[in-house]
């Protein structure tokens, strides 16, 4: 059954303080990061790919800030969500969104995998013709 709409609400209300909690830890930590590349230290790929992250996230909080400050526009929220998936910082994100985005990756790249056999082995086929 559906959950009522004062459990909806409270839900909603600690997913987004979690979201922001989540990228406030982010924006420390990758400080930290600029701080070290500033002083000469040299950043392992990890890292580098998490300070990235850490910067587009903050990129995409600005449109994300316009829907929570102008009254009732959050209302829209969903609506743009659809239009637009990867409006949201990464730390907003729900594991069922995350996972829809895996399995969705993961059926790209075996279609790709089906569409590179085919093609080995039809030039396969070519080159015994041609041979033979």
């Given amino acids: 059954?559906?959950?009522?709409?004062?459990?909806?609400?409270?839900?909603?209300?600690?997913?987004?303080?979690?979201?922001?909690?989540?990228?406030?830890?982010?924006?420390?930590?990758?400080?930290?990061?600029?701080?070290?590349?500033?002083?000469?230290?040299?950043?392992?790929?990890?890292?580098?790919?998490?300070?990235?992250?850490?910067c587009a996230d903050l990129f995409r909080l600005v449109p994300f800030l316009v829907f929570v400050i102008v009254p009732f526009?959050?209302?829209?929220?969903?609506?743009?969500?659809?239009l637009f998936p990867d409006m949201l910082p990464s730390t907003f994100e729900t594991e069922s969104k995350k996972e829809e985005k895996l399995k969705k990756k993961l059926n790209a790249r075996l279609e790709l995998a089906k569409f590179l056999r085919e093609t080995i082995t039809e030039m396969a086929k070519r080159n015994k013709a041609d041979t033979g």
């Fill in 1 to 54: 059954g559906k959950k009522p709409l004062r459990q909806r609400v409270v839900d909603e209300l600690k997913h987004y303080y979690n979201g922001f909690h989540l990228l406030w830890i982010d924006t420390k930590v990758a400080a930290r990061m600029v701080w070290r590349l500033l002083h000469g230290q040299v950043l392992t790929r990890r890292e580098r790919r998490r300070l990235l992250r850490t």
């Fill in 73 to 82: 526009m959050e209302f829209l929220l969903p609506m743009f969500l659809k």
